[in-house]
C-alpha cells in the first residue's frame, strides 16, 4: 500500500522559513519523480516543484523560483521542500505526490497523494 505523509508545515511570518516533508511507503526508492502542489483557500490546486527519480531534474513554478528547493533522499525514501522568503500567498495545503519516471506539473501523472500539510505565512 502507497502511503506519502507530508510534515513540517505550519505558521509563519512573511520572509520566514519553513522546510516540508514527504515520507513516502510503498514505493521503490528511486522509481518515482516526485512534486510538490498547493492549494489556496478557493482556488484550484496549482504545480509548485518537482524533482526526477534520482533528483538530477527539478521543475519549478516561476512564482517560488529562487525561494523554494525541492530536493530528495532516496535511502531514507523523503522528499523535501525548503521555503525560504514565504509571502502571505504561498499561504495553501501543500500535496506531496509520487509520479512517474519523468518530472510533471500536471496532476493527473501523479497517482499517489498525500493528505497535505497546511502552511499559513502571516503579513
Known amino acids: 500500500q502507497v502511503q506519502l505523509v507530508e510534515s513540517g508545515g505550519g505558521l509563519v511570518q512573511a520572509g520566514g522559513s519553513l522546510r516540508l516533508s514527504c515520507a513516502a511507503s510503498?514505493?521503490?526508492?528511486?522509481?518515482?519523480?516526485m512534486g510538490w502542489f498547493r492549494q489556496a483557500p478557493g482556488k484550484e490546486r496549482e504545480f509548485v516543484a518537482a524533482?526526477?527519480?534520482?533528483?538530477?531534474?527539478?521543475d519549478y513554478t516561476d512564482s517560488v523560483k529562487g525561494r523554494f528547493t525541492i530536493s530528495r533522499d532516496n535511502a531514507k525514501k523523503t522528499v523535501y521542500l525548503q521555503m525560504n522568503s514565504l509571502k502571505p500567498e504561498d499561504t495553501a495545503v501543500y500535496y506531496c505526490?509520487?509520479?512517474?519516471?519523468?518530472?510533471?506539473?500536471?496532476?493527473?501523472?501523479?497517482?499517489?497523494w498525500g493528505q497535505g500539510t497546511q502552511v499559513t505565512v502571516s503579513s
Open positions: 505526490a509520487a509520479g512517474g519516471i519523468f518530472t510533471s506539473v500536471v496532476q493527473n501523472d501523479y497517482p499517489y
Open positions: 510503498g514505493l521503490t526508492s528511486s522509481g518515482h519523480a
Open positions: 524533482i526526477s527519480r534520482y533528483g538530477s531534474t527539478t
